[in-house]
């Protein structure tokens, strides 16, 4: 995990789901991120999006040109806090 100005990020590839799931909600639930978080995983996390919804957080898939991270061998997932 690292901070820059704009996010936190976190790097969650090589975990067996349901794990990255886990420690994203763990994340967010804990207030471990103030507005945004961007997690880099293996595949696309169709199970944590209605969680997210629950929890009020947007969710996109960015490409890696918006990224520090070459997201080639995986995606790149920018969460935000809702109302923020």
Do not use: K, Q
């Amino acid at each position: 995990m690292w901070r820059t100005a704009d996010a936190v990020h976190i790097d969650l590839r090589g975990l067996a789901p349901p794990e990255p799931m886990v420690a994203i909600l763990r994340m967010i639930d804990g207030n471990d991120v103030d507005t945004t978080l961007v997690a880099y995983l293996d595949r696309e996390p169709i199970f944590l999006y209605p969680e997210l919804d629950d929890r009020e957080w947007n969710h996109e898939i960015v490409g890696p040109s918006c990224g520090s991270v070459n997201s080639e061998d995986g995606i790149m997932l920018r969460m935000t806090r809702l109302g923020t």
